[in-house]
């Protein structure tokens, strides 16, 4: 399965050039901080070999102890595991879910980190996010450019045109998914092109299109405002770089056209699926825009570092995102979250490992409807917008993925196919 090819291959490829990465910043560690860098960074790795080596030999997954808030729930959730086994047996790295193993390596990474001040809140993968942002500057270019030239006529749209312009920047950010570091294993894997050429041609390859219904619940929230009520849209981010800019442009353009008043960001709290966004990546991200030599690009920045002044964007995090746990059980796990996401008029999870935890990462029959498959997890209408990256889809119809199994085996993995998939809540 795709799953065992990830534990097999993909993670300790990951593990391997993250060793590697605080190997090569060696000097960078003694020169901020001398001998205990060094000393750090040696622990650091010595932790991460035998974590590499315990993934690889299939050992007991071991309780976290580095004393941070989540290490009650994460070591509960490995106690839930070990009781789903017969008397004797251990959750092993080969012998459990492998949404659950997947995160639990992210989250030991930290751990090893952790442990080792004061190289402790170092980010293994920022050199690779930073490397894949730069890679795709052609096409940050091209979309910043398309989004300043539009704003001016904006307010001149028709209903029809201000439609076509959604559909377009909601596709943008849906092909922006395709540009994720912990599939390539950390390989570049950024977009070289301007995507707006190419959105005809990627058009038949929409698996489950729903922008009609994310298109009508704003025009008719937009409609039944009065000035002082708020229409909020929240977006579960996925990787940083070219994909947070395809969703910082989307965010832009819903403010600009009025459809939405506010824009709600949630990412990560610490490094996660090698290119996840955390706070920091989201802010360098806007300062780097600001300081671009790209009169487009500055544009962009300065605009978005207004609105989050202003209050009408807003980054979030919070630790349920790093947790192993299915969506469904956020109104129990993160009651706050959850409560924070019942004031959406509509929720945009970008991303396959959001997919994942929507559907709980379950081996569903293709046409089983995704409000079944989101099993009770309703807080606000919400849609994903997922480039296809595991073997775990729904809401298609019949006959449409035994298609695929048979004239391209690699269909669901393969990124080239995705979905704008829409749950209008309860």
């Known amino acids: 399965s795709f799953a065992y090819f990830t534990i097999k291959d993909r993670l300790p490829q990951i593990l391997t050039r993250v060793i590697d990465t605080l190997h090569r910043h060696k ?3 003694f020169e901020e901080h001398g001998e205990k860098g060094i000393e750090a960074e040696k622990n650091t790795i010595s932790i991460l070999s035998k974590l590499r080596n315990e993934l690889q030999t299939d050992k007991p997954l071991v309780p976290l ?6 290490v ?3 070591n509960q959730y490995l106690e839930y595991q070990q009781n789903l086994l017969d008397g004797n047996e251990q959750p092993s790295w080969f012998q459990s879910p492998w949404l659950y193993v997947e995160c639990y390596m992210y989250r030991r990474i930290h751990e090893a980190l952790v442990h080792n001040p004061p190289i402790d809140d170092y980010d ?3 050199e690779a996010k930073i490397e894949s942002f730069f890679e795709s500057q052609q096409a940050i270019i091209a979309l910043c450019t398309y989004l300043q030239e539009h704003l001016k006529n904006i307010e001149d749209l028709d209903e029809k045109q201000l439609q076509e312009e959604l559909f377009k920047l909601l596709q943008v950010s849906l092909w922006g998914n395709k540009c994720d570091l912990s599939i390539s294993a950390g390989e570049d894997n ?13 058009k038949t390859l929409i698996l489950v299109d729903d922008m009609e219904s994310i298109w009508s619940l704003l025009i008719n929230s937009k409609k039944r405002r009065t000035s002082i009520e708020v229409t909020r849209v929240d977006i579960v981010l996925d990787n940083a770089g070219y994909e947070l800019i395809t969703d910082l442009i989307l965010a832009d353009f819903l403010l600009s056209s009025k459809l939405v008043t506010e824009i709600h960001f949630h990412g990560k709290c610490i490094p996660w699926y090698v290119s996840d966004t955390t706070k920091q990546d989201f802010n360098w991200t806007i300062k780097q825009l600001q300081s671009a030599n790209n009169r487009w690009m500055s544009r962009c920045g300065m605009n978005w570092e207004g609105s989050i002044k202003k209050g009408v964007l807003v980054y979030h995090d919070h630790i349920f995102w790093t947790l192993p746990h299915e969506f469904c059980s956020m109104a129990q796990v993160a009651t706050d979250l959850y409560t924070e996401l019942q004031k959406s008029h509509l929720i ?10 929507l559907t709980g990462d379950r081996k569903w029959e293709f046409t089983v409807p995704f409000h079944q ?5 309703h807080p606000a209408p919400l849609c994903s917008l997922r480039t296809l990256k595991s ?10 993925g035994e298609q695929f199994v048979t004239s391209e085996p690699d269909w669901m993995i393969c990124g080239k196919y995705g979905v704008v998939q829409f749950d209008a809540s309860l």
Do not use: M
Request: hydrophobic residues 35%.
């Open 27 to 29: 000097n960078e560690f």
């Open 65 to 70: 102890d580095d004393k941070l808030p989540d």
């Open 72 to 74: 009650p729930l994460w």
């Open 124 to 126: 293994v993968f920022k």
């Open 190 to 202: 950024s977009q070289k092109a301007s995507p707006l050429k190419s959105l005809d041609n990627l």
């Open 348 to 357: 945009i999870f970008k991303g396959d490992l959001n997919y994942r935890k």
């Open 373 to 377: 498959a989101l099993n009770k997890f």
């Open 391 to 400: 073997d775990v889809q729904v809401g298609l119809k019949p006959g449409q």
